[in-house]
């Protein structure tokens, strides 16, 4: 059952539209994560959830409930933002009591349990007598996460909360974050621009671009069947290979190679060939090239390839045996690996394997 529901919600600032008709359902539990360039709008999203600024049109249901005109902090929910907030002045315990404090619903003794709860959950115990100064950046975080938990919300609505963290903390602090929603089982709606979050968090994820929504679905359904070539491009790293190919609907016509193919589509088409699919070998069929460029990345590589009737591939492959640089290969990938796009709309292709 869908328990955050957005309906037809938009968005402009002026006669800018930021956000366009966004459709969007969130089950009770579920993690949802919202994935798009700077600018799209995933803030914006968030902030008209929280009831921190109002739509152009549309509705935002809660449980069923439309809480439009509600004010934020009636709302239920709770944002963890990129930037912790914390009252520097004020040491770890306060900074989580302070928002139950003000709310003035609770008893000292009920503030009391709920900091200490949190505090034992996001293992801050040793650190409550301490001022946000004298923390590290995952810690600033995590009670800028306490903070949220302790309003025990219906909804977590979280704004790129890792993103001033190192490489090394984030993974870790994705990891915890995801574990204590689980346990928790809080509805949650998660913004990042950083796709590798995204697929690694998200039971589902919703991708969007300019303000209006390109596609809602699970990890693997946004890379398996990506719905256009935008969605293609943003889910998946190394990114995908996009090539200018022709095809009859029975062969694809691409950098004067001819291969097989069963699409329902005609004439000019966008192909698109993910760097795990794409195999170089030093004969047999493929596209003529030359190794440009190796990046080592650890158990694998990532080889670049100039191709001979203009164009690049990247190709992702196994540390041993990959050719070596400036060497000619050719570069080739299974019937079923290619994705085909309409070269106006962008719109997927349907290919039968
Ligand atoms: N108060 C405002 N007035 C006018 N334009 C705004 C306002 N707030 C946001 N915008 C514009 O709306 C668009 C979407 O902004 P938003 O903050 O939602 O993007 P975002 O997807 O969160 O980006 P980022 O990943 O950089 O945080 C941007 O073009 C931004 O300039
Ligand atoms: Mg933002």
Not at 142 to 161: M, N, Q, S, T, Y
Not at 241 to 248: I, Y
Not at 281 to 304: F, M, N, P, R, Y
Request: proline letters at 5%; charged letters at 25%.
């Amino acid at each position: 059952m869908s328990f955050l529901q957005l309906k037809g919600l938009q968005k402009k600032f002026g006669s800018t539209m930021v956000l366009e008709q966004l459709d969007l359902e969130v089950k009770q539990g579920e993690f949802l994560v919202l994935v798009g360039p700077s600018g799209c709008g995933k803030s914006t999203c968030l902030r008209l959830i929280a009831g921190l600024e109002d739509p152009t049109a549309g509705e935002v249901l809660i449980d069923g409930k439309n809480v439009l005109g509600r004010e934020p902090k009636d709302r239920d929910i709770a944002m963890v933002f990129q930037s912790y907030a914390l009252y520097p002045h004020m040491d770890v315990f306060e900074n989580m009591a302070f928002g139950l404090r003000m709310a003035r619903k609770l008893s000292e003794a009920e503030i009391v349990d709920r900091v200490r709860e949190a505090a034992d959950l996001l293992k801050l115990e040793p650190y409550l007598k301490r001022k946000p100064k004298e923390l590290s950046g995952g810690q600033k975080q995590r009670v800028a996460l306490g903070r949220a938990l302790v309003r025990k919300p219906k909804v977590f609505l979280f704004d790129e909360p890792l993103s001033n963290l190192d490489a090394h903390l984030r993974n870790h602090m994705r990891a915890e974050i995801r574990k204590l929603q689980q346990r928790l089982g809080v509805t949650s709606i998660y913004v990042t621009h950083d796709q590798v979050e995204a697929t690694t968090m998200g039971d589902r994820i919703a991708i969007l671009n300019s303000g209006r929504l390109q596609q809602v679905g699970t990890p693997h359904e946004v890379y398996r069947k990506p719905a256009n070539a935008f969605v293609a491009g943003f889910i998946g790293m190394p990114e995908m290979n996009f090539l200018a190919a022709e095809t009859d609907g029975k062969t694809l016509n691409v950098g004067g190679q001819r291969m097989p193919v069963r699409s329902p589509a005609t004439g000019l088409v966008k192909l698109g060939v993910r760097p795990e699919s794409v195999r170089l070998q030093k004969s047999g069929a493929g596209l003529a090239g030359t190794v440009e460029l190796v990046e080592d990345l650890g158990s694998h590589a990532l080889v670049h390839v100039r191709l001979q009737e203009g164009g690049a591939m990247q190709a992702l492959l196994p540390n041993e045996g990959i050719p070596a640089l400036h060497s000619k290969i050719l570069a080739s990938w299974p019937e079923g690996a290619a994705h085909l796009f309409d070269v106006k709309s962008g719109e997927s292709v349907e290919v039968q394997v």
